[in-house]
C-alpha cells in the first residue's frame, strides 16, 4: 500500500512539473506571438496587393516587404517565429532583407524579455548595450558618462570656477561673492543650482513618495517643474530656463533625449507644457540667487 502511495505521489509530481513547462512554453509563444504578429499580418497585405499590382508596382512593394523583413529583425524578432512563406523571394536562400540580400533563417533573437534581464544582471548588457546601472557605475569610477562629463563633474569644474573667482573678489575688497559676475555667469550658477533641486525632488519622489511616485519619479518632478507655481517663479526671477533644467534632468535621470522622452509612456501629456516653455531667458539677479542657494539647502 506504501509502495502504491509513493508511486502516486511521484506521478502527481511529474504531472505538475510537466504542466509547469507547458505553461512556461505557452507564456515563450506568446511573447513571440505578440512580437512577429504584426509584421506577419504587414507581410501578408503586402503579398495580397503584390499579387494584383504590375511590373512597376511589384518592385515597389518588394521593397516594402524588404524594410519590414529588416524592421522585424531588428526589432528582436526571429525568423522562425514568422511562417516561411514570408521570408521573401527565395525562402531556401535564408530571410529576405533587401534586393538579392538574404539572412539565415536562425539570425535574430530567441530570448523572452526575463531571460534577457537575468543575462544584463550577470553581463553588465542589455540587447549588446551596457545597461543604465552599469553606466552609472563607470560614471562614477570614471566622470564620464556615455562619452561626457557628468552633471556632479561638471557641476564641481564650474563653481570651483565660481568659487576662484568670489574669493579673488574678497580678497581684493568685495563683500559680495557675486559682484561682478556676468549675467551669463549668474545664470549658469542658477541653472545649476536648480538642476540640483531638480535631482533632489527626483530623489525625494524615489524614496519618500506614494506608489505612484516611487514608480515614477522623474515624470513628478518635470511635472512639478512645469505645473509647481514655486519652483515656475523660483526659476522666473532667477533668469533659469526651466526647459534647461528638465533637458538636464531627462538626459541624467534618464539617459535619453527630450523627444525621446516625451513621446511615450505618461510623459506624453506633458509634451504641450514643455515645449510652451519660452525660451528667452531673464537676468539672473544676485540676491534671488542666494535665496535659491537657501532654498536648496533646504531641500537636502
Do not use: C
Not at 56 to 82: E, H, I, T, W
Not at 217 to 222: G, M, Q, R, S
Amino acid at each position: 500500500m506504501l509502495q502504491d502511495q509513493t508511486s502516486g505521489y511521484k506521478d502527481s509530481v511529474s504531472d505538475i512539473i510537466n504542466r509547469a513547462k507547458a505553461f512556461a512554453k505557452a507564456i515563450v509563444d506568446y511573447q513571440k506571438e505578440q512580437r512577429s504578429a504584426p509584421y506577419a499580418g504587414t507581410l501578408r497585405d503586402i503579398g495580397e496587393m503584390f499579387a494584383a499590382a504590375d511590373a512597376k508596382r511589384k518592385a515597389q512593394f518588394n521593397q516594402q516587404a524588404n524594410k519590414v523583413r529588416a524592421d522585424y529583425l531588428a526589432s528582436g524578432g526571429s525568423p522562425m517565429d514568422l511562417p516561411r512563406e514570408l521570408w521573401g523571394s527565395d525562402p531556401s536562400q535564408g530571410f529576405q532583407v533587401g534586393e538579392g540580400k538574404f539572412v539565415p533563417g536562425y539570425t535574430g533573437d530567441n530570448l523572452s524579455y526575463g531571460q534577457k534581464e537575468r543575462l544584463a544582471a550577470l553581463t553588465g548588457l542589455f540587447e549588446g548595450k551596457p545597461t543604465f546601472a552599469r553606466q552609472v557605475e563607470e560614471a562614477g569610477l570614471t566622470g564620464m558618462y556615455q562619452g561626457k562629463p557628468t552633471f556632479a563633474r561638471e557641476m564641481a569644474e564650474k563653481n570651483y570656477a565660481l568659487d576662484v573667482q568670489r574669493e579673488r573678489r574678497l580678497g581684493a575688497g568685495a563683500s559680495d561673492p557675486f559682484a561682478g559676475l556676468t549675467q551669463n555667469e549668474l545664470r549658469n550658477a542658477a541653472t545649476d543650482l536648480m538642476t540640483q533641486l531638480g535631482l533632489d525632488l527626483y530623489e525625494h519622489y524615489r524614496t519618500k513618495g506614494d506608489q505612484a511616485q516611487r514608480g515614477q519619479p522623474l515624470f513628478f518632478t518635470i511635472q512639478d517643474l512645469l505645473r509647481n507655481p514655486k519652483y515656475i517663479s523660483m526659476a522666473d526671477k532667477n533668469g533659469v530656463s526651466r526647459k534647461q533644467v528638465i533637458n538636464n534632468l531627462i538626459a541624467i535621470l534618464a539617459g535619453n533625449s527630450p523627444e525621446g522622452y516625451f513621446s511615450t509612456g505618461a510623459a506624453v501629456p506633458l509634451k504641450p507644457l514643455y515645449e510652451a516653455l519660452a525660451g528667452k531667458e531673464l537676468g539672473a539677479q544676485k540676491d534671488s540667487l542666494e535665496m535659491l542657494k537657501q532654498v536648496l539647502g533646504q531641500n537636502q
